[in-house]
């Protein structure tokens, strides 16, 4: 069965470093996501792409983030400057519809742990 | 108002058990329903989606109240490998894109022997 991956699994980095989380969602897949789940907190959507470019963001999807996919399989998130409230479990997402049955398969995720 | 909101649990509950989760949404722009499972420090996966019409997968049934914003999962028989926090999610669309999936906080569920 198909399956998002994502690396590393686990993430240490000094505060104010850079870090690049990556993804390689399932292959026919057109949709792709970052959400994050701070630890005993609810999983909170960061970002959707689809066709090379952001459609939505939130609020935590700050200027220090960005995303990028570059090339036909790999799908990365960047935090330019990690800060510590950064540390969490970040998972990558990816769907291949875009109507009401746009079931999300999620990756294992990155722990990024921010000292 | 919490965007979805869940009965806080913890649930523990004998084998064999019936456990039911309750879920209320506040976006009424919300398109589509899912339960989610999610095992400890895992991901989650997707356990079903819910319908208007209420649908079932075997133990588990879900059902859809639009009016009321409302949503329920009920698993009957329960086992062993039901421990888990179980994730009310909605969906809101975006500009045909894709989607936003919007989580609830869970629900934990033991089951003991």
């Known amino acids: 069965e198909p399956e998002v991956t994502q690396t ?5 980095t000094q505060m104010g470093q850079e870090v690049i989380l990556r993804c ?3 292959s026919n ?5 970052w959400y994050r789940q701070i630890l005993g907190q609810k999983v909170e959507f960061l970002v959707s792409f689809y066709n090379n470019e952001i459609s939505e963001k939130s609020e935590i999807f700050d200027d220090q983030f960005s995303v990028e996919r570059p090339d036909g399989s790999n799908f990365t998130l ?7 409230e950064d540390s969490a ?5 990816s769907s291949t519809l875009a109507g009401p049955n746009n079931e999300q398969f999620f990756g ?8 | 108002r919490k965007e979805v909101e869940q009965d806080p649990g913890p649930f523990n509950v004998p084998e064999g058990a019936t456990v039911a989760f309750n879920c209320t949404y506040s976006n009424s722009a919300s398109q589509s329903f899912f339960w989610y499972r999610q095992d400890c420090r895992k991901e989650p996966k997707l356990l079903m989606s819910v319908y208007s019409s209420g649908n079932e997968d075997g133990r588990f049934t879900a059902q859809l109240n639009r009016a009321s914003q409302y949503i329920s999962l009920l698993i009957r028989d329960s086992k062993l490998s039901d421990s888990a926090t179980y994730l009310c999610v909605v969906n809101i669309m975006i500009y045909n894109q ?11 569920l033991s089951v003991k022997p």
């Open chain 1, 8 to 12: 590393p699994s686990h993430q240490v």
């Open chain 1, 24 to 26: 390689v969602p399932i």
């Open chain 1, 29 to 33: 897949h057109l949709y792709f996501y």
């Open chain 1, 78 to 84: 960047k935090i330019r400057s990690t800060k510590l």
């Open chain 1, 89 to 93: 479990m970040y998972f990558c997402a």
């Open chain 1, 108 to 115: 294992p995720g990155t722990r990024l742990t921010v000292l």
């Open chain 2, 98 to 108: 894709g989607g936003k999936l919007i989580f609830g906080q869970g629900t934990e």
